[in-house]
């Protein structure tokens, strides 16, 4: 059973480009969750999705941010017009629809704005 | 709301000796909570958990036990190697309102020397 997939590992953009990082989730696992880490703090909560539907995105940015979780296919977290303060990594956590079981993580995307 | 708080780091420590990095938390409800370990340049792995008041998670060695009355869960470690050079994140999941979302800490990195 694959772990979760995170894709690209490292995503260099310039200022003003769009960044679309990319999650797929365990086998079975319905619940995505997005956080943002930036050097020397913890996580941050963005955003909580299930299949279609975004559950709780009250950690996202109000502009430029943006995440789905399609029926079919990866979740996306899509960043447009980066600036450098975007820069971070960027983690996809997945757990089971049921229980308040631990979420399995990715190996996250580190993106640089330059 | 649900919050995590641990103490700041670093911590340092030379090889062998014992570990203890303090954990407390708010929570609604009956909190499960976690211990997750990240690697430089990796992903969080969860460490070990407990769902219940006065359980006991293990795992590697390390060992931290869920205390309702003081709501803590600090994680101990009798004797750490350098291999356990890491940073360490606390973590609750409640449940509350059917939303699971895990709530982290801020991180204590764990520098062990030789």
């Known amino acids: 059973n694959a772990g979760v997939m995170q894709n690209p590992r490292h995503l260099v953009r310039r200022r003003g480009q769009e960044a679309r990082l990319r999650c797929s989730p365990m086998k079975g696992h319905s619940h995505v969750y997005w956080y943002r880490q930036l050097p020397e703090e913890g996580l941050k909560f963005m955003v909580y999705l299930q299949k279609e539907n975004i559950i709780d995105e009250s950690g996202m940015p109000k502009e430029r941010f943006s995440a789905e979780f399609p029926k079919e296919g990866p979740s996306i977290l899509r960043i447009q017009q980066v600036v450098r303060g975007d820069s971070a990594a960027y983690f996809c956590?997945?757990?089971?629809?049921?229980?308040?079981?631990?979420?399995?993580f990715g190996q996250g995307t580190r993106l640089t704005v330059v | 709301g649900n919050s995590v708080t641990q103490m700041e780091g670093p911590v340092t420590l030379s090889e062998e000796a014992f570990l203890t990095i303090n954990c407390t938390y708010t929570?609604?409800?009956?909190?499960?909570l976690f211990w997750y370990v990240q690697y430089p340049g990796e992903g969080l792995q969860l460490l070990l958990k407990a769902t219940k008041a006065d359980d006991k998670g293990s795992n590697k060695g390390f060992e931290a036990t869920y205390r309702k009355e003081t709501t803590s869960f600090h994680l101990e470690k009798g004797s750490v190697q350098v291999s356990d050079s890491a940073v360490y994140f606390c973590?609750?999941?409640?449940?509350?309102?059917?939303?699971?979302?895990?709530?982290f800490g801020r991180g204590t990195s764990l520098i062990v020397h030789p």
């Open positions: 973590a609750l999941t409640t449940g509350s309102g059917g939303s699971y979302i895990p709530t």
């Open positions: 956590a997945s757990s089971p629809s049921y229980s308040d079981t631990e979420a399995f």
């Open positions: 929570a609604t409800g009956y909190p499960s």
